[in-house]
């Protein structure tokens, strides 16, 4: 069994992986995005004054963790955070 998965590893991300269809995956990928834009957010505003905070908020996102309804309720929380993070509201 273990065999015939890893030679179906050539299809993640593809659109024939079906693990990728799952609301965690989903979740995953669009966690990923969320966070690319925090981050360009935030580099557009950066100087040496905003910096612990630019920080602080890239950091809120390695409290994600957990499985499905726990990993949702983090990114929920999270995405809380960012919105009222006072480096975002510059």
Do not use: C, W
């Not at 030679?7 to 995956?25: N, S, W």
């Not at 360009?40 to 910096?51: H, I």
């Not at 630019?54 to 990993?71: C, N, Q, S, T």
């Amino acid at each position: 069994m273990f065999r015939i998965m890893a030679r179906l590893r050539r299809l993640r991300g593809t659109k024939l992986d079906l693990f990728g269809l799952l609301p965690e995956r989903r979740l995953e990928r669009a966690l990923i995005g969320e966070f690319e834009a925090t981050v360009e957010r935030l580099l557009s505003v950066l100087d040496n004054q905003n910096l612990g905070d630019a920080e602080a908020a890239v950091r809120l996102y390695m409290d994600i963790r957990g499985y499905g309804p726990v990993k949702e309720q983090a990114a929920d929380e999270i995405r809380d955070k960012i919105a009222a993070h006072a480096i975002m509201q510059v």
